[in-house]
C-alpha cells in the first residue's frame, strides 16, 4: 500500500474501540464525515441484531427476548460508566429523556420480538426499520428541521420499498 493510501487508512481507523465503548476519532481532513462512519456502524450492529432476533424469537419467547435484551446491554452500561470516569451527566432534561429514551426503545423491543415470532425476518426487518420516518416527522414538526426535495424523495422511496417487500 502506498504511503498516501496507508495515511489516510490509518487517519480513518486512528482510533477504533471495542463496540461496548465506541470511540471513532476521524481527522479533520478524513473523507468520510463522522456521522456516516457512526451511522455505518449502527447499520452493523443493527443488521447483526436483527438476524440474531429472528434466530431467538423462534425459540423463546418475546418477553424472554426483551429479558435478554437488556442483560446483554448490561455490559455496555457498565462500559460507558466507566469510561466517563463514573460520572452520569445530571442535567435534568436530558436524564428524562435519556429514561425516556429507554422505555420507548424497550416497547420497540416487545413489539420488534413478537413482529419476529410472528412473521419473516425479511420483511420485518425492513418495515420496522423505517422507525426513522416517524423521527423526520417529529423533527420537521416539533424542532422545525427542513428537508429538501431530494430527502423527501427519499423517504418516498422508503415507503414504496416497504410496499414492495410486503407484496
Given amino acids: 500500500m502506498a504511503r498516501n493510501e496507508q495515511s489516510k487508512v490509518q487517519s480513518l481507523t486512528s482510533k477504533v474501540q471495542c463496540p461496548t465503548a ?6 479533520e481532513n478524513a473523507e468520510m ?11 452493523f450492529w443493527w443488521g447483526i441484531f436483527g438476524f440474531l432476533a429472528k434466530l431467538g424469537a423462534d425459540r423463546i419467547s418475546p418477553g424472554h427476548m426483551q429479558i435478554l435484551f437488556t442483560v446483554g446491554m448490561i455490559p455496555l452500561v ?5 469510561r466517563s470516569q463514573r460520572k452520569v451527566d445530571t442535567d ?10 429507554g422505555v420507548f426503545a424497550g416497547l420497540g423491543g416487545l413489539a420488534y420480538f413478537a413482529a419476529m415470532e410472528a412473521g419473516k425476518a425479511s420483511i420485518v426487518g425492513p418495515v420496522t426499520s423505517l422507525f426513522p420516518l416517524l423521527t423526520v416527522v417529529l423533527a420537521v414538526s416539533l424542532l422545525k428541521e427542513r428537508m429538501n426535495r431530494v430527502q423527501m424523495f427519499g ?7 416497504i410496499c414492495i417487500l410486503s407484496i
Fill in 33 to 43: 464525515p463522522k456521522w456516516l462512519a457512526y451511522s455505518l456502524l449502527c447499520l
Fill in 155 to 161: 423517504i418516498g422511496l422508503a415507503l414504496v420499498s
Fill in 78 to 82: 457498565l462500559a460507558a460508566f466507566f
Fill in 22 to 27: 465506541l470511540t471513532l476519532d476521524l481527522d
Fill in 92 to 101: 435534568r432534561l436530558g436524564v428524562i429523556y435519556g429514561v425516556l429514551n
